[in-house]
């Protein structure tokens, strides 16, 4: 049974940080590009960063670049979003998510149907 476990979410300020982290279970984490995508108040679940199976290629949304950092460790099977200058605008529940196996990086920038595996998502709330 494959699980994606969420944590790190929380309540900040705007300008501060938060560290993310995924931890995965009962599938080949190496054989995933993994995801982080995000869903604020009634909004649609959007795309916020990727990591291929590697990580040596990374690609974020225009809104989070040069803000946020994604990074996994393959040998842990998780996945991290370092999140800096965060905005009330980041406010979201933020899931990861697993694509693959095997799957290009620019096939997953695709969206959440290239995506067999979901977390049940941590909150991120940025007060302004």
């Known amino acids: 049974q494959v699980q994606l476990e969420e944590s790190g979410g929380g309540l900040v300020q705007a300008g501060g940080s938060l560290t993310l982290s995924c931890a995965a279970s009962?599938?080949?984490?190496?054989?995933?590009?993994m995801g982080w995508f995000r869903q604020g108040p009634g909004k649609e679940r959007e795309f916020v960063a990727l990591?291929?199976?590697?990580?040596?290629?990374?690609l974020y949304s225009d809104s989070v670049k040069g803000r946020f950092t994604i990074s996994r460790d393959n040998t842990k099977n998780t996945v991290n979003l370092q999140m800096n200058s965060l905005k009330p605008g980041d406010t979201a529940v933020y899931y990861c998510?697993?694509?693959?196996?095997?799957?290009?990086?620019?096939?997953?920038?695709?969206?959440?149907?290239?995506?067999?595996?979901w977390g049940r998502g941590t909150q991120v709330t940025v007060s302004s």
């Open positions: 998510a697993a694509c693959g196996p095997f799957k290009m990086s620019n096939t997953c920038r695709r969206g959440t149907d290239e995506y067999d595996y």
């Open positions: 009962g599938l080949t984490f190496s054989r995933y590009a």
């Open positions: 990591s291929s199976r590697s990580g040596d290629v990374r």
